[in-house]
């Protein structure tokens, strides 16, 4: 199965702050790869999918990049409601995998 | 407003089943592959299940649980048995979105928690 690396674990950032999280793969998976965010007691929400087109409602803050195996989720300038955990999910032959999730704190 | 409404956890012994159920409102339910992903305390989520015109699982509980759905009552189901300790999560039930070649997890109901526990 592939393995999804996600870095780092957790950042610690201020608001108005640029902050960037990696995902890399074990192995090339072209663009098949989603941004999640998740909040204490609610379910993972769906930022990005297709490694760079924003989800329905997404704000234009989000943004991501990459293929192949590197993958990178950008919050252009971070807002008191970002601070949360972000997880990378990705798909190969029906075999779903999230990455470890990184913790973006105050 | 897509809504997902899952229900039919609890405590259960190691080795006792269980049954969950998903109700899905505000989309055409049998036009989408839906899944459910769980996500154990204090982890990150995990994929479960899979159906769409196949059933997939994952590895740590193919042969124990069983997805499956009723598309005139717009239901979605996980038969869960030979339940061990490691599958103490919250259970989500999912809909799909497929783009291209990857179903990606939209939308997400709110989650029924199981505890296996003696």
């Known amino acids: 199965a592939i393995q999804m690396t996600q870095s780092p674990s957790s950042l610690s950032a201020s608001v108005g702050d640029r902050v960037t999280i990696t995902c890399r793969a074990s192995?090339?998976?072209?663009?098949?790869l989603g941004w999640y965010q998740q909040k204490p007691g609610k379910a993972p929400r769906l930022l990005i999918y297709?490694?760079?087109t924003l989800h329905t409602g997404v704000p234009s803050r989000f943004s991501g990049s990459g293929s192949g195996t590197d993958f990178t989720l950008t919050i252009s300038s971070l807002q008191p409601e970002d601070f949360a955990t972000y997880y990378c999910?990705?798909?190969?032959?029906?075999?779903?995998?999230f990455g470890q999730g990184t913790k973006v704190e105050i | 407003q897509e809504l997902l409404v899952e229900s039919g956890g609890g405590v259960v012994q190691p080795g006792g089943s269980l049954r969950l159920s998903c109700a899905a409102s505000?989309?055409?339910?049998?036009?989408?592959?839906m899944q459910w992903v769980r996500q154990a305390p204090g982890k990150g989520p995990e994929w479960v299940a899979f159906?769409?015109?196949?059933?997939y699982y994952a590895d740590s509980v193919r042969g124990r649980f069983t997805i499956s759905r009723d598309k005139s009552r717009k239901m979605l189901y996980l038969q869960m048995n030979s339940l061990r300790s490691d599958d103490t999560a919250i259970y989500y039930c999912?809909?799909?979105?497929?783009?291209?070649?990857?179903?990606?997890?939209?939308?997400w109901g709110q989650g029924t928690l199981v505890t296996v526990s003696s």
């Open positions: 297709g490694a760079s």
């Open positions: 192995q090339g998976i072209r663009n098949d």
């Open positions: 999910l990705q798909d190969s032959n029906y075999v779903w995998t």
């Open positions: 505000g989309f055409n339910f049998g036009g989408y592959d």
């Open positions: 999912v809909k799909g979105l497929r783009v291209a070649t990857m179903t990606y997890f939209d939308s």
């Open positions: 159906i769409g015109s196949e059933q």
